[in-house]
């Protein structure tokens, strides 16, 4: 009759117990615990800022016009710095800024926007159209949200950063907007997906003011006194010669028609 080791045979009733646990609870595997390591992508800072276009006074950016002019811009400052390991797919990451920032007197938007980026020209599932190396954002405009879309067209490193400058342009002349409102408000908001992740960040930044009534009363300064003086002399000057010429003028008349009487 065989004698039973009955610490064998408890070491392998919990083998026989542990297999039957990983075999119920696939989620205890250690494949799966591990899967999902090194793949997290971390947004260290996203911001906006004003980068030009206006100079603060009082706490304000402020623009003083000096012409009417359409066409002065605007520039808001993105900066962007990353952290991770691995990279980033194409169209990965996106941020989204609005389409206007500007409305005129009627309430009704006035201005247009730059980008020192290409606007995206790819349709879905269309491979065919390549963009030089040195480009890494394209734009796409979403009217509807009114909003502006950018991606990245090539893999990024996860611990990538950089800016990316988006002036806006007065539409019109400077006194079609209301005197010192402030602009709309501009927010960016910065998406990044990998491995059915999204990872956001949302930046805001201050508003632009345009000093349109300094502009309209500059157009109509009133003289200084000792201009005046100088305006007034050469008034005086100018009908003093006008009335010395009609007399001469007269007088030469009446001498050639008593001449001509002779």
């Not at 083998?15 to 997290?40: R, Y």
């Not at 811009?73 to 920032?101: K, M």
């Not at 992740?197 to 632009?208: L, M, V």
Request: with cysteine; proline share 4%; net charge negative.
């Amino acid at each position: 009759m065989l004698r039973h080791n009955r610490p064998v045979m408890k070491v392998l009733s919990v083998i026989v117990a542990m297999m039957v646990l990983c075999s119920c609870f696939p989620v205890f595997s250690l494949n799966n615990v591990f899967a999902n390591e090194g793949d997290e992508v971390t947004i260290q800072s996203f911001t906006a800022e004003v980068h030009g276009g206006a100079t603060l006074e009082s706490g304000k950016y402020v623009y003083t016009p000096y012409s009417m002019n359409s066409g002065h811009e605007f520039v808001y400052r993105l900066s962007y710095q990353f952290s991770g390991i691995g990279s980033l797919p194409v169209d990965s990451v996106e941020i989204r800024i609005p389409l206007h920032i500007f409305k005129n007197r009627n309430d009704v938007w006035d201005d247009n926007f730059m980008l020192p980026i290409p606007r995206d020209t790819r349709r879905p599932g269309d491979t065919s159209v390549q963009y030089s190396e040195d480009v890494t954002f394209v734009y796409t405009v979403d009217r509807e949200n009114e909003q502006i879309l950018i991606h990245n067209v090539r893999e990024l490193d996860a611990g990538a950063e950089g800016h990316i400058d988006v002036a806006y342009r007065n539409a019109s002349v400077v006194t079609n907007y209301v005197d010192m409102r402030a602009s709309e408000p501009f927010e960016a908001v910065v998406e990044i997906t990998k491995n059915n992740q999204t990872y956001s960040s949302t930046a805001t930044a201050e508003p632009f003011y345009i000093n349109t009534n300094t502009y309209a009363e500059s157009q109509y300064v009133l003289p200084s006194s000792g201009m005046a003086d100088q305006l007034v002399t050469m008034a005086i000057a100018t009908l003093v010669f006008m009335t010395s010429s009609c007399y001469i003028l007269y007088i030469c008349r009446k001498k050639r028609s008593e001449g001509m009487k002779k």
